[in-house]
């Protein structure tokens, strides 16, 4: 029995051997083709790590001495190298000259700022908060213009529970302040002292507009003084 069991295993090893070979014999290529290439995709993409990680090293590097340049003001060169970034540098580097460029644009140009903030809250390439921080910035530009209306409509879609609610609200209270509506303006503030995550900072002034609200519109009533008796005569 032993020397049966021995002869069919000796057999299976030869079938298996010639199975092995036939395959080697057939798909060799295709496997040393595919072998070949597995390593190349390997090296190729930690090449392609490498490129991108020196790429974003460089931008960081030139990313800070744009911003030294520009607090030293020399606004020249640092424009110089923010452009380049924003034409060229990596795709988080460039989304940040273009929120600086939309900042400085808004310095001189509210209205032209606000678009370019626009702009970057349209960016599928961005991501969602930083999309809502440049409706944010663009909607704050808008609060003075002669139509309010838009501006106030982005604040409160940014007030319903996104990072920026806070100054969201802030922003509508203060406007409906502006415009004599104390009710709305409590309500927003009330929202504000709700929530438990509101900032410190901004609880402490939440006090100061609470107290302007409970003290209603202020109605100055000028008396008419009565007219001074003239001086004596004197001889």
Request: glycine share 8%; hydrophobic share 45%; aromatic share 8%.
């Given at each position: 029995?032993?020397?049966?069991?021995?002869?069919?295993?000796?057999?299976?090893?030869?079938?298996?051997?010639?199975?092995?070979?036939?395959?080697?014999?057939?798909?060799?290529?295709?496997?040393?083709?595919?072998?070949?290439?597995?390593?190349?995709?390997?090296?190729?993409?930690?090449?392609?790590?490498?490129?991108?990680?020196?790429?974003?090293?460089?931008?960081s590097?030139?990313?800070?001495?744009?911003?030294?340049?520009?607090?030293?003001?020399?606004?020249?060169?640092?424009?110089?190298?923010?452009?380049?970034?924003?034409?060229?540098?990596?795709?988080?580097?460039?989304?940040?000259?273009?929120?600086?460029?939309?900042?400085e644009?808004?310095?001189?140009?509210?209205?032209?700022?606000?678009?370019?903030?626009?702009?970057?809250?349209?960016?599928?390439?961005?991501?969602?908060?930083?999309?809502?921080?440049?409706?944010?910035?663009?909607?704050?530009?808008?609060?003075?213009?002669?139509?309010?209306?838009?501006?106030?409509?982005?604040?409160?879609?940014?007030?319903?529970?996104?990072?920026?609610?806070?100054?969201?609200?802030?922003?509508?209270?203060?406007?409906a302040?502006?415009?004599?509506?104390?009710?709305?303006?409590?309500?927003?503030?009330?929202?504000?002292?709700?929530?438990?995550d509101?900032?410190?900072g901004?609880?402490?002034?939440?006090?100061?507009?609470?107290?302007?609200?409970?003290?209603?519109?202020?109605?100055?009533?000028?008396?008419?003084?009565?007219?001074?008796?003239?001086?004596?005569i004197?001889?």
């Amino acid at each position: 029995m032993a020397e049966n069991n021995e002869f069919f295993r000796e057999v299976n090893e030869d079938y298996r051997r010639d199975q092995v070979a036939q395959i080697w014999r057939r798909y060799g290529g295709v496997i040393i083709a595919l072998a070949v290439l597995l390593v190349a995709g390997v090296g190729g993409w930690r090449y392609w790590q490498n490129v991108q990680r020196s790429a974003a090293e460089a931008a960081s590097e030139q990313f800070d001495t744009a911003n030294r340049l520009a607090r030293d003001g020399k606004v020249a060169e640092a424009d110089k190298i923010f452009d380049g970034l924003e034409a060229q540098g990596p795709a988080g580097y460039r989304l940040l000259a273009r929120f600086r460029s939309a900042a400085e644009t808004a310095k001189t140009d509210a209205a032209k700022g606000a678009v370019e903030f626009d702009a970057l809250a349209g960016d599928a390439n961005a991501g969602d908060g930083l999309r809502d921080l440049a409706r944010l910035r663009a909607a704050l530009l808008r609060l003075d213009a002669a139509d309010p209306a838009p501006a106030l409509a982005s604040l409160q879609s940014l007030a319903a529970g996104t990072p920026f609610r806070h100054t969201a609200r802030e922003m509508l209270g203060l406007s409906a302040l502006k415009r004599g509506q104390y009710d709305e303006a409590g309500r927003w503030f009330d929202q504000i002292s709700a929530d438990p995550d509101t900032p410190q900072g901004l609880r402490q002034r939440i006090e100061v507009y609470a107290a302007i609200v409970a003290g209603g519109p202020v109605t100055v009533t000028e008396a008419k003084a009565e007219p001074a008796a003239p001086p004596p005569i004197t001889r």
